[in-house]
C-alpha cells in the first residue's frame, strides 16, 4: 500500500533570489535518498514561499523491499584467513553460507537476507541528513544549536500516510503544525495531508504555488493600472521576484512627483526596480508615468492608502537624489570628466581606463573605414565612451554607465552617432541584446571588445573550464555578432596583431585567440542548427574572415542536405581513402581508356572554370552547385574503374584524375573534416 509523504521545513524569510533552486534542490536531494533506499514512487512536487520549503511525494510505499544477495567466496580449501575476511565482508557466518561446485572446486557463496524497513525510518534519516547539508549559497547558526540553515529553521512538519514522521534536529521535533500568515493569520493548526494543507493555507492567508502569486499580482497589476488609464509594464524577472517575497500579494499603487520625469527614464526605472522592487507604468502615449505599483504582503485596513504614501515618500528620497546627480553632471562636460580616468585602473597589468581609451582611439580610427563611419567621430566616440564612469549618476547607479553618457553627449552637442556609440559599445552583452547596427557605433564596440580579448590573452588570463572572470567568451561572441550581423570584412588574425601595437606593455603572442574564436563561433552556430564539423571543415582552410567563413558553412550546409551532397561526401572520402593508401605521386590526369575515366576528366575541366570564378566572387551557392554536377561521374568512376591498374600508366592516371577531384572539393572546405 502506498502512502503521501508531506515536508514543510518553516524559517525566517528566504531570499527570493535563493527559492526556486532550493526547491529544485530539496526534490533532487530526497529523490536520491528514497532511490538508493530502494524505495519508488510516484510524483514528487516542491513548492517555496518566503517562509516554507515544501515537497510532496505521492504514491511511495509503506517499507522498502526484501532484498537476497548471493556473493561468491573463496574456494572451501582457502587459508583460514582468507575464509575469515571474506565472512567478515559479508557480515555473514560460515553456517549462512552455501558450499557449491564451480568447475569441479567447491567454494562458499554467502547469502545475504536482508528484510525491508519501515519507510517512516528511511524518512526520518533522509530528511535529517538533507536538513543538515543542505546545499545553501549562505547559511548561519542561531542559539547554542549547531545546525545551519539560511535562515533560522523554526518548524518542521513530516507526514507519511497522514501520520507524523518523528525526527529531532537540535530543539526542533517535528509534528502534523504549522503556521499561518505572520501577520494576517500567524496562528498555528494541525494537517492531515497535501489538499488539506494547501486549502488551510489559503485559508491562513498563504498562496503556496509561486506560480499562482505571480499570476494574482499580474492580473491586479493591470487592473490597477486599466482603472487609472495607464499601462501595466510587465517584468518577468521582476515579477519572480515580488512573487518570492510575499505570501499573500496585495498589489498598490502609488505616485510620486511628476516634476522627477525630467530625469532619464533609464534611471527612474532602475530606481523603482532595483531598491524599491517597484512596477513602473506608462501613459497611452508610451511615456513613463509618474505612478508605480508595489506589493504588499498585507491586507491593511484603510484599503492601503497609508502603506501607498508611506513608499511614495521612501521613492521620493531616492528619486530626489538620482535628479540631484543627473542636475549636478549637467552643470559640466564629459570632457572634463575625462582626466580622472587616470586615476582608475582597468587591470593592473593592462594600465588604467584613460590609457585603454587611447588604445580604443586608435583602433575605432583604423577599424572606421570597414564599418562604413567616419573615423573623426569613431574617434571622438572612443574618446567620450568611459567618461561617465566618473559621473555622479554612474558612480551611484553603475548599471546606466554608457546610457547616461549617451545622454550628457547629446546635452552638451554632440553628434547622434558620437552619443549612441556611446551607449551601444558595451553592446551585445548577451545572446538577447540587439546588436549595435548604426557604423560608428559599431567600430568604437569592436574597438572596446577587441582590446579587452588582445589584452586578457596578452597576459594570459584565459578562460578555463567554467571560470571566465573577465567574460572573454561574451566579448568574443559580441565581436562575432558585431562582424557578421553587419557583413563587416575584417581578417581577425592581423586584427589582433594591430591591436596588440596599441598596448605599451609587453604581451605574450596570441596563438590562442582565433581558436577561441573558431570555438565560439561553433557554439553560437550550433545554436543555430548549423553542424560542428561543418564549421570545422571551412575552418581548416586557415581563413580568418567571419563573413567568407559563414557563408561557405551556409552553404555547405545546405549542400550537404540533399542528395547529390551526401554522395559527393560518400565518393570524396572513398578517392581520399584510396590516395592515402597509394601515397601516389602527383601528376597529371588524362582522359585514360574508359568511358568514365573520360567522363569524370571532362567533368573536372568543365567544373574547374565556374568553381573558380565562383570562388573569387564568393557565390559559394554557385561553387555547390559546380561541385553538384562532379557527382554522377565520380559515382560512375567507382562503378566502372578499377583504380589500382597492373598497367602502371593506368594506375597513375586514375589516381591523378581521383586527386584532381579531390582538389577540386577540398577549394570550399576540407571535406576530410566532415562526418558520415
Known sequence: MTQE?????????????????????????????????????????????????????????????DTREERKGPATAAP????????????????????????????????????????????AAALTKII??????????????????????????????????????????????????????????????????????????????????????????????????????????????????VEWPVPLMGSFDPAFLDVPEEVLILTMKKDQKYFVLRDMKGQLAPHFITISNLEATDGGTAIAE??????????????????????????????????????????????????????ASSLAERCGADASDAVRAAELSKADLTSNMVYEFPEVQGVMGRYYAQKQGESEAVADALRDHYAPAGPSDDCPSAPVSIAVALAEKLDTLVGFFGIEQKPTGSKDPYALRRAALGVIRLITENDIRLNLAPSFEAVKCEFSCDLAPLDDLLAFFMDR??????????????????????????????????????????EDGSNLVAGYKRANNILKKAAAENGLAGQGTTEAEAALYDALEAAAT???????????????????????????????????????????????????FVANVNKVADFTQLEG
Not at 553460507?97 to 557463496?109: D, M, Q, T
Not at 498562496?207 to 518577468?236: C, F, H, N, Y
Request: one cysteine or more; a negative charge; glycine letters at 6%.
Open 5 to 65: 509523504l508531506l515536508i514543510e521545513l518553516f524559517s525566517e524569510e528566504i531570499p527570493a533570489r535563493m527559492q526556486q533552486k532550493a526547491g529544485e534542490d530539496f526534490r533532487r536531494l530526497m529523490a536520491d535518498e528514497l532511490k538508493a533506499a530502494g524505495l519508488t514512487f510516484g510524483a514528487m512536487d516542491a513548492f517555496t514561499t518566503p517562509r516554507r520549503l515544501t515537497l510532496v511525494v505521492r504514491d511511495l510505499p509503506a517499507q522498502t523491499p
Open 80 to 123: 583460514e584467513k582468507a575464509v575469515e575476511g571474506f565472512l567478515r565482508g559479508a557480515g555473514v557466518t560460515r553456517d549462512d553460507c552455501e558450499i557449491r561446485e564451480v568447475k569441479g572446486r567447491e567454494f562458499l557463496f554467502a547469502i545475504i537476507e536482508k528484510k525491508g524497513v519501515q519507510t517512516t525510518e528511511v524518512i
Open 132 to 245: 543538515r547539508n543542505f546545499p545553501w549559497p549562505k547559511s548561519q547558526r542561531w542559539g547554542a544549536g549547531n545546525l545551519r540553515w539560511v535562515r533560522p529553521l523554526q518548524n518542521i512538519l513530516c507526514l507519511y500516510g497522514g501520520t507524523a514522521v518523528e525526527l529531532s534536529l537540535d530543539e526542533l521535533t517535528s509534528s502534523t503544525k504549522t503556521f499561518g500568515h505572520r501577520f494576517l493569520a500567524p496562528e498555528w493548526f494541525d494537517v492531515a495531508d497535501f489538499a488539506d494543507y494547501e486549502a488551510k493555507l489559503l485559508a491562513h492567508k498563504v498562496m503556496l504555488r509561486p506560480s499562482d502569486r505571480a499570476a494574482m499580482i499580474a492580473e491586479a497589476a493591470e487592473s490597477l493600472a486599466s482603472d487609472t488609464g495607464l499601462t501595466w509594464v510587465e517584468d518577468k524577472g521582476l515579477l519572480q521576484e515580488v512573487s518570492g517575497l
Open 310 to 363: 508611506g513608499n511614495a515618500r521612501v521613492i521620493a528620497a531616492r528619486l530626489a537624489d538620482a535628479k540631484f546627480f543627473w542636475e549636478q553632471d549637467l552643470k559640466g562636460r564629459l570632457d572634463d570628466l575625462l582626466p580622472a580616468l587616470k586615476e582608475i585602473i582597468f587591470h593592473i597589468d593592462l594600465g588604467t581606463v584613460h590609457e585603454r581609451v587611447e588604445r580604443m582611439k586608435a583602433v
Open 521 to 562: 563561433l561553433k557554439v553560437q552556430q550550433k545554436e543555430k542548427g548549423v553542424r560542428f564539423d561543418v564549421i570545422d571543415a571551412v575552418a581548416a582552410l586557415g581563413g580568418d574572415d567571419l563573413v567568407d567563413i559563414l557563408n561557405r558553412v551556409n552553404a555547405l550546409q545546405s549542400f550537404l542536405a540533399t
Open 610 to 660: 565556374p568553381v573558380a570564378s565562383s570562388l573569387d566572387s564568393e557565390d559559394y551557392a554557385a561553387v555547390m552547385s559546380a561541385l553538384a554536377s562532379l557527382r554522377g561521374p565520380i559515382d560512375q568512376f567507382f562503378e566502372d574503374v578499377m583504380v589500382n591498374s597492373e598497367v602502371d600508366s593506368e594506375r597513375q592516371n586514375r589516381l591523378a584524375l581521383l586527386a584532381s
